[in-house]
């Protein structure tokens, strides 16, 4: 092979390796993040649907619980849900409004079938209802 072959062959393998190593590179930096791939304070991975339930003291799926409760009224072009976690002795509501961080802890007050706290009342007749400040703004589903 002469000395003018010899120089294209190196300089198209050189420019290969460049080009192969660039490609590597982008595409990691444009990867999207694997999902399940983060982790909260409390162990949770929020991108696969986890939050953490303080009444449970475990992670899990707000749209798997049993209990959930529909938005009334919405401004948006779309509703949004909340879920309800009781304590086993069903003197605690965990509720889980989505403009909050998280799950909010609810105390029943006497005998009846109601819950208070922070300005929310959380009852129970035909349905689950929840106001804030005396207004409805869930409803059960």
């Not at 120089?7 to 290969?16: D, E, G, I, P, V």
């Not at 991108?47 to 009334?72: H, M, P, V």
């Not at 106001?131 to 589903?141: L, M, S, V, W």
């Amino acid at each position: 092979m002469n000395k003018k072959n010899t120089f294209f062959s190196l300089t198209f393998a050189l420019m290969s390796t460049l080009s192969y190593s660039q490609t590597t590179e982008k595409s990691t930096e444009l990867a999207p993040p694997l999902i399940g791939g983060d982790v909260d304070k409390h162990g949770c991975k929020p991108s696969a649907g986890y939050t953490f339930s303080s009444i449970k003291n475990d992670c899990i799926r707000l749209f798997e619980q049993e209990i959930q409760l529909k938005e009334i009224d919405s401004k948006q072009t779309y509703t949004t849900f909340i879920a309800v976690i009781f304590s086993d002795d069903q003197r605690k509501a965990e509720i889980f409004v989505p403009s909050m961080d998280a799950g909010l802890i609810l105390i029943r007050k006497g005998r009846r079938l109601k819950w208070k706290g922070n300005s929310f009342e959380l009852t129970k007749a035909k349905h689950y209802v929840l106001k804030k400040a005396n207004k409805i703004i869930y409803r059960g589903i």
